[in-house]
Nanobody, 121 residues
Framework: QVQLVESGGGLVQPGGSLRLSCAAS????????MAWYRQAPGKQRELVAL???????TYADSVKGRFTISRDNAKNTVYLQMNSLKPEDTAVYYC???????????????WGQGTQVTVSS
């Protein structure tokens, strides 16, 4: 099993910045890719950004140029630097990862518990 623990959410004014972190733990053999999703009230969960172990990234059009995803492979940790935040970025942000893990290794998809990001004046 893999546990994903997020941190860094909170309340920020429009135009402000936040940095989210997500640390993966467990009997992990490989973890790839790692990603951030978000879900706003009344909306479907959507992909925000994804990064492979090789550093290739994908972003939702709505966050391109404002958000940056990065990872520390040695620490199995992924980050999301969010700049120029807008009220429409308000959502619960979830960490997601695909990993080979366990005493009998198998590939699974894992989610964090979510962290609230609120952008409001």
């Amino acid at each position: 099993q893999v546990q994903l623990v997020e941190s860094g959410g909170g309340l920020v004014q429009p135009g402000g910045s936040l940095r989210l972190s997500c640390a993966a733990s467990g009997m992990i053999f490989s973890i790839d890719p790692m990603a951030w999703y978000r879900q706003a009230p009344g909306k479907q969960r959507e992909l925000v950004a994804l990064i492979t172990s090789g550093g290739s990234t994908t972003y939702a059009d709505s966050v391109k140029g404002r958000f940056t995803i990065s990872r520390d492979n040695a620490k199995n940790t992924v980050y999301l630097q969010m700049n120029s935040l807008k009220p429409e970025d308000t959502a619960v942000y979830y960490c997601n990862a695909e990993a080979v893990a366990g005493s009998r290794p198998y590939r699974g998809r894992y989610w964090g518990q979510g962290t609230q990001v609120t952008v409001s004046s």
